[in-house]
């Protein structure tokens, strides 16, 4: 058995998290098994699935991986000690440079840099460009094979680099595959939802760059105007309290509902006419590959990659700079469009590559080469 160790961070309910857990499900694991290394002392959300699937946790304190050349230094003596590793794959954008450099000197020989992300908040001040150009430089010497969730996210961290293979941020599409005639509607009963009222859901972490603000903002316009309309925010995170705090003072507390971090994400979506992201920037969400494989239409921010519409009519891009009358009156506009049917989205999103059993046997021919 070849064994792979992801530097992750920590695993929780995340895009690129939930990405790693759909290929470890489907994974061979008789011929290759993940470990994961966390810079977190706290208990995440895959834990216990991890050690089921038979991987392994090593972590390393936040106290020890605050400044990057000490947790440089944590990941060799870590990598050395749990040796043999088959390879390391590397997902912290540019801290990938100094987790591939510890893996060179451990003697790990296949090392994986791989790209999520499209942008990166650092990019706007000065400092944060000359890490940025020095981090690429790093990962381009000390990385061996490099894997991009898309075309843009590849061209972000490896640009001119002719060698990076696209994996597609696959999903179960048969999860996702819901009926036109068969929508459960559990969640709409529970919190006493009418009918008529528009459902809009925003999935994802509790961060800046997700851009929260805009859509309880967003909410209080809709609001009003007296649209009817419910607006359930599906994640976690640390801005979870000033989110909070933010729909009770603009007076939403029953407009608004906070779920939680969730694991029946089709289940949500199910419920949902409409799901919002005006993130400030994405790489390849995963939760805009499962709404569409689920048929539900997305309003989502031009800060997002165009690459990230699969072409069946789900996505609808709106600037930030808009007024929130416009994203209103676009958002009405997809709600009188007719919903995708099954065949059409499995058809797309299998011939896309999205369909995880595809996936994981591009992943595991990688490995192999």
């Given at each position: 058995m070849k064994r792979i160790v992801h530097v992750v961070g920590l695993m929780n309910r995340a895009g690129a998290e939930t990405m790693i857990m759909n290929l470890y499900r489907k994974l061979d694991r008789k011929e290759y098994q993940f470990d994961f290394i966390y810079f977190?002392?706290?208990?995440?959300?895959?834990?216990?699935?991890?050690?089921?699937?038979?991987?392994?946790?090593?972590?390393?304190?936040?106290?020890?991986?605050?400044?990057?050349?000490?947790?440089?230094?944590?990941?060799?003596?870590?990598?050395?000690?749990?040796?043999?590793?088959?390879?390391?794959?590397?997902?912290?954008?540019?801290?990938?440079?100094?987790?591939l450099v510890a893996a060179f000197f451990a003697g790990v020989k296949m090392r994986i840099a791989h790209s999520h992300n499209t942008s990166d908040v650092n990019s706007e001040s000065f400092l944060g460009r000359i890490y940025q150009r020095f981090a690429k430089i790093i990962m381009s010497r000390f990385a061996t094979h490099f894997i991009a969730c898309g075309e843009n996210a590849g061209k972000f961290l490896f640009p001119g680099n002719d060698k990076v293979v696209f994996l597609p941020n696959a999903i179960d599409v048969n999860k996702f595959m819901i009926e036109e005639d068969g929508v459960k509607r559990t969640l709409l009963d529970e919190h006493k939802i009418g009918k008529n009222t528009i459902v809009i859901s925003q999935i994802g972490r509790f961060s800046p760059v997700k851009n929260h603000e805009f859509t309880l903002n967003f909410a209080k316009y809709l609001n009003d105007n007296e649209v009817d309309f419910h607006l359930m925010l599906v994640g976690d995170g640390f801005l979870k309290n000033d989110l909070k705090k933010l729909r009770n003072d603009l007076s939403l507390e029953k407009k608004v509902t906070f779920l939680g971090i969730r694991q029946d994400i089709e289940n949500i979506l199910s419920n949902s006419d409409i799901m919002i992201m005006p993130s400030f920037y994405e790489g390849f969400p995963v939760v805009l590959v499962e709404s569409q494989a689920a048929g539900v239409p997305a309003l989502i921010s031009e800060s997002i990659s165009s690459e990230v519409d699969l072409g069946i009519d789900l996505v609808h891009f709106s600037s930030l700079d808009a007024s929130f009358e416009e994203w209103y009156n676009k958002l009405k506009i997809i709600l009188k469009e007719k919903r995708v049917s099954v065949k059409q989205r499995r058809d797309v999103l299998a011939k896309k590559g999205f369909d995880i059993n595809s996936s994981v046997k591009i992943l595991e021919k990688f490995y192999e080469k």
């Amino acid at each position: 058995m070849k064994r792979i160790v992801h530097v992750v961070g920590l695993m929780n309910r995340a895009g690129a998290e939930t990405m790693i857990m759909n290929l470890y499900r489907k994974l061979d694991r008789k011929e290759y098994q993940f470990d994961f290394i966390y810079f977190t002392e706290e208990e995440c959300d895959y834990d216990n699935e991890i050690i089921e699937l038979g991987g392994r946790i090593f972590r390393i304190s936040e106290k020890n991986s605050r400044n990057p050349i000490i947790r440089t230094f944590f990941v060799y003596k870590l990598i050395k000690r749990e040796s043999p590793f088959y390879a390391i794959q590397c997902h912290q954008l540019f801290s990938n440079s100094f987790h591939l450099v510890a893996a060179f000197f451990a003697g790990v020989k296949m090392r994986i840099a791989h790209s999520h992300n499209t942008s990166d908040v650092n990019s706007e001040s000065f400092l944060g460009r000359i890490y940025q150009r020095f981090a690429k430089i790093i990962m381009s010497r000390f990385a061996t094979h490099f894997i991009a969730c898309g075309e843009n996210a590849g061209k972000f961290l490896f640009p001119g680099n002719d060698k990076v293979v696209f994996l597609p941020n696959a999903i179960d599409v048969n999860k996702f595959m819901i009926e036109e005639d068969g929508v459960k509607r559990t969640l709409l009963d529970e919190h006493k939802i009418g009918k008529n009222t528009i459902v809009i859901s925003q999935i994802g972490r509790f961060s800046p760059v997700k851009n929260h603000e805009f859509t309880l903002n967003f909410a209080k316009y809709l609001n009003d105007n007296e649209v009817d309309f419910h607006l359930m925010l599906v994640g976690d995170g640390f801005l979870k309290n000033d989110l909070k705090k933010l729909r009770n003072d603009l007076s939403l507390e029953k407009k608004v509902t906070f779920l939680g971090i969730r694991q029946d994400i089709e289940n949500i979506l199910s419920n949902s006419d409409i799901m919002i992201m005006p993130s400030f920037y994405e790489g390849f969400p995963v939760v805009l590959v499962e709404s569409q494989a689920a048929g539900v239409p997305a309003l989502i921010s031009e800060s997002i990659s165009s690459e990230v519409d699969l072409g069946i009519d789900l996505v609808h891009f709106s600037s930030l700079d808009a007024s929130f009358e416009e994203w209103y009156n676009k958002l009405k506009i997809i709600l009188k469009e007719k919903r995708v049917s099954v065949k059409q989205r499995r058809d797309v999103l299998a011939k896309k590559g999205f369909d995880i059993n595809s996936s994981v046997k591009i992943l595991e021919k990688f490995y192999e080469k």
